[in-house]
């Protein structure tokens, strides 16, 4: 196994913008240092996308940018139906105005436009989102207010290069098995999400990288055995010769998987799909229920992806050899080809 985890705190990167430590850790012990990118400004992207879901639907949040265009939106996905529902405001040209938090861990973010707020609250122990959608001309509005528990101190943290050019980053800090409660006003309907059937999904992204590529990510929380159990998955994106994203999670201990594949255009994205990894410890069926596809297309920005909403059957096997069982299992696993 080629992982390295990264344990000596240290910033991000060098004064130069090339990454100090290469790999992957269970905590931020590297810190953002923003100050030190040495890349052209409208190359930075950052991101914090919260996702909660439980087997009926998916409320999905998202503050971020691309520097020279920002993004506040609010998904909700309505799995039994196969709709979604989705409200967005483009913010131009806003390099560095959304002061995006330094860290996944502390720091609270929160934007206020025309037809749109947004607010995430970060706390010890927990997490609060909060938005509130206006758009006369989206129907029906959303009032949202989730609190996310977050129990456990492991989560999965990933710093990857890039070939194309050593001053390419990407810092990844994804949170699973956060459970959540509260209520998404949806018009005439109120949805609630209860701790024991709900779980909050954190992906917060910072970096510099070129400007086409792609990936694969797949991503899921539950209840097994009374315990909560949650993956992270996902290949394709950068160099991962120091450290793969995958990563298994159960009663708040991580657990790192090496090679995990699985090919989801192959026979069309809503076919059952197998997916294996290299040592046997992560081997799943999963049956698509709703392909959730996005594109982009304004000047030279052509983004794709299919987000495919499924149930996983299989079984996970921990550090120590425990096998954890899973059936129909809900989560997600998307493939998206960018080029921005």
Not at 91 to 102: D, E, G, K, Q, S
Not at 237 to 255: I, K, P, Q, R, S
Not at 263 to 273: C, E, F, N, R, V
Request: with cysteine; net charge negative; proline share 4%.
């Amino acid at each position: 196994m080629r992982n390295h985890r990264i344990t000596t705190f240290s910033d991000l990167l060098y004064p130069n913008g090339t990454l100090m430590q290469k790999g992957y850790s269970t905590k931020a012990v590297m810190r953002y240092n923003r100050k030190h990118i040495k890349a052209p400004p409208w190359r930075i992207k950052e991101w914090d996308f919260y996702q909660v879901s439980n087997d009926d639907c998916c409320l999905q949040l998202t503050i971020g940018h691309a520097s020279y265009a920002g993004e506040v939106s609010a998904m909700l996905i309505d799995l039994n139906e196969k709709k979604t529902y989705a409200a967005k405001e483009i913010i131009a040209l806003p390099f560095n105005r959304l002061h995006m938090p330094a860290s996944a861990e502390h720091g609270d973010l929160a934007v206020r436009r025309k037809t749109i707020d947004m607010q995430f609250e970060v706390y010890r122990g927990g997490r609060r989102l909060r938005c509130r959608t206006r758009d006369p001309k989206t129907f029906p509005r959303m009032d949202v207010d989730i609190e996310l528990s977050q129990p456990d101190l492991e989560s999965m943290v990933i710093a990857t290069p890039f070939d194309e050019d050593p001053r390419y980053f990407y810092y990844n800090h994804k949170i699973n098995c956060m459970p959540a409660s509260g209520t998404v006003a949806f018009g005439d309907r109120t949805i609630a999400f209860e701790p024991e059937t709900a779980f909050g999904l954190l992906d917060w992204g910072r970096g510099v990288w070129p400007f086409s590529h792609e990936w694969v990510w797949g991503s899921g929380s539950a209840w097994i055995g009374g315990k909560r159990f949650g993956f992270n998955i996902g290949f394709g994106f950068g160099n991962t010769e120091a450290a793969t994203e995958n990563m298994l999670f159960y009663d708040g201990n991580a657990h790192k998987l090496n090679e995990v594949y699985v090919d989801l255009a192959a026979g069309g994205y809503m076919s059952p799909k197998k997916i294996t990894s290299d040592d046997g410890r992560f081997e799943m069926d999963f049956e698509p229920i709703y392909d959730r596809y996005t594109e982009t297309k304004m000047l030279f920005v052509d983004n794709r992806c299919h987000q495919i909403f499924g149930r996983f059957n299989g079984k996970a096997v921990l550090d120590d050899g425990t096998v954890i069982d899973v059936k129909d299992m809900s989560g997600f696993v998307e493939h998206a080809v960018h080029h921005w």
